[in-house]
């Protein structure tokens, strides 16, 4: 097993709307799936519900790390945290790095999600294989939102 997941996409999108429906929270919310309660700041950790199908009592927190206008956006959370009744603020977290670039005709999009090896190892394998396929499944997500939703959300 790796320390890391990565995954690339074409989005046939601008890169300035990839970049809206990635950093502003409630257009995140709306393809990650989750309603989360505040925006996205550098060094401050917003939280939300998830709000997809069978997973409405898991919290999810994103803890950003660096933000770099349209170009890189990056946060820390807990992998896999799908347990209500476990506290996992004492395990070591994953970081998630975005990084947009032009692309003729869009945008290319890349996700890498690093530092599963400090996962506890009871459930390290787990955590890295159901994010193996959220990625997949969540970029799908992104390339329908903003090919559906040409204009961002507005307050």
């Known amino acids: 097993m790796s320390d890391f997941i990565e995954k690339q996409i074409e989005l046939k999108a601008p890169q300035s709307r990839v970049w809206q429906a990635l950093t502003d929270y409630r257009q995140f919310g709306a393809w990650f799936r989750v309603e989360l309660v505040g925006p996205f700041i550098e060094g401050k950790t917003t939280r939300g519900r998830n709000s997809s199908c069978g997973n409405e009592k898991m919290i ?3 803890s950003v790390r660096k933000i770099e206008a349209e170009s890189f956006f990056s946060y820390t959370w807990h992998p896999y945290a799908v347990r209500t009744d476990v506290d ?3 395990e070591p977290s ?8 032009p692309k003729a005709g869009g945008t290319l999009l890349s996700v890498r999600e690093s530092g599963f090896d400090a996962i506890p190892a009871h459930r390290r394998d787990e955590a890295f294989r159901m994010h193996e396929v959220g990625w997949a499944a969540q970029l799908g997500n992104i390339e329908t939102y903003v090919t559906s939703h040409s204009e961002a ?3």
Not at 94 to 101: H, I, Q, S
């Open 60 to 62: 999810m927190e994103f």
């Open 88 to 90: 996992y603020s004492k």
């Open 94 to 101: 994953t970081l998630v790095e975005f990084r947009l670039a």
């Open 153 to 155: 959300l507005r307050a």
